[in-house]
Nanobody, 122 residues
Framework: QVQLVESGGGLVQPGGSLRLSCASS????????MGWYRQASGKQRELVAG???????NYADSMKGRFTISRDNLKNTVSLQMNSLKPEDTAVYYC????????????????WGQGTQVTVSS
C-alpha cells in the first residue's frame, strides 16, 4: 500500500524557520512531479511549491524567496525549507506526488499525505 507521510510541522515564532519532509512508502517504480500544498482554516487548499522529476521548481508568489522545495530521487522524498515565517503561513501542509507504480506503464496516480500542522505565532 502506497503512503505519503509528512513530518516536521510544529509551532514557530514569526521570522523563524521550519523544514518539512515527506517520505513515500510502498511499491513505487518512479516519482514524477512532487509538491507541497497548504490549507488554512476556512480557506481553500493552495499550491505552495512544486518540483518536477528533473528538478524544475515553481512557487506561489507569496512564498518566493522564503521557501525552498527539494527532492531526493533515490529516497523518493520531498522537503520544504521554510524561512522568514509569517503568521499568515499558519496552515496544514500537505505533500503531493504523482507516482508511477509499474515499470510496464507510464500511467501515474496522484497521492496526498495526511498533512502536518504549521503554526506561526508569538
Amino acid at each position: 500500500q502506497v503512503q505519503l507521510v509528512e513530518s516536521g510541522g510544529g509551532l514557530v515564532q514569526p521570522g523563524g524557520s521550519l523544514r518539512l519532509s515527506c517520505a513515500s512508502s510502498g511499491s513505487i517504480f518512479r516519482v514524477n512531479d512532487m509538491g507541497w500544498y497548504r490549507q488554512a482554516s476556512g480557506k481553500q487548499r493552495e499550491l505552495v511549491a512544486g518540483i518536477t522529476s528533473v528538478g524544475r521548481t515553481n512557487y506561489a508568489d507569496s512564498m518566493k524567496g522564503r521557501f525552498t522545495i527539494s527532492r531526493d530521487n533515490l529516497k523518493n522524498t520531498v522537503s520544504l525549507q521554510m524561512n522568514s515565517l509569517k503568521p499568515e503561513d499558519t496552515a496544514v501542509y500537505y505533500c503531493n506526488m504523482d507516482l508511477v507504480l509499474s515499470r510496464f506503464s507510464s500511467a501515474y496516480t496522484n497521492y496526498w499525505g495526511q498533512g502536518t500542522q504549521v503554526t506561526v505565532s508569538s
